[in-house]
C-alpha cells in the first residue's frame, strides 16, 4: 500500500519561506519521479514541480518563478519542496504525487496522491 504524507505547511507572511515534506512508504521511492501540485478555493489543480528519479526537476516557471526548488532524499523516501518569497497567491493546499507515466506536468499521470498540507500566506 503506497502512502504519501505531506508536512510543512502553515501560516506564513508575504516574503517568508516554507519547506514542504512528503514522506513515501509502500514504494520503492528511487525508482519513481515525484510530483506536487497546488489547488486553490475554487481553482483546478495546478502542477508546481516535479522531479524524474534522475534528479532532473521540471517547474511551472509561470507560478513559481523560480521561487522554488524540488529536491529527493532517496535514503530518506522524502520529497521537499522549497518554497522562498512566498506570496498570497501560493496560498493553496499543496499536494504530492507519485508518478507513473507521461507527461510530468499532467496530474493524470500521478497515480498516488497525499492527503495535502494548506500553505496560507499574508499579507
Known amino acids: 500500500q503506497v502512502q504519501l504524507v505531506e508536512s510543512g505547511g502553515g501560516l506564513v507572511q508575504a516574503g517568508g519561506s516554507l519547506r514542504l515534506s512528503c514522506e513515501a512508504s509502500?514504494?520503492?521511492?528511487?525508482?519513481?519521479?515525484m510530483g506536487w501540485f497546488r489547488q486553490s478555493a475554487g481553482q483546478e489543480r495546478e502542477f508546481v514541480a516535479a522531479?524524474?528519479?534522475?534528479?532532473?526537476?521540471?517547474y511551472n516557471l509561470d507560478a513559481t518563478k523560480g521561487r522554488f526548488t524540488i529536491a529527493r532524499n532517496d535514503a530518506e523516501n522524502t520529497v521537499y519542496l522549497q518554497m522562498n518569497s512566498l506570496k498570497p497567491e501560493d496560498t493553496a493546499i499543496y499536494y504530492c504525487?507519485?508518478?507513473?507515466?507521461?507527461?510530468?506536468?499532467?496530474?493524470?499521470?500521478?497515480?498516488?496522491w497525499g492527503q495535502g498540507t494548506q500553505v496560507t500566506v499574508s499579507s
Open positions: 522531479i524524474n528519479p534522475s534528479d532532473s526537476p521540471w
Open positions: 504525487a507519485r508518478h507513473y507515466d507521461g507527461n510530468y506536468r499532467d496530474s493524470a499521470s500521478y497515480d498516488y
Open positions: 509502500g514504494q520503492t521511492f528511487s525508482t519513481y519521479g
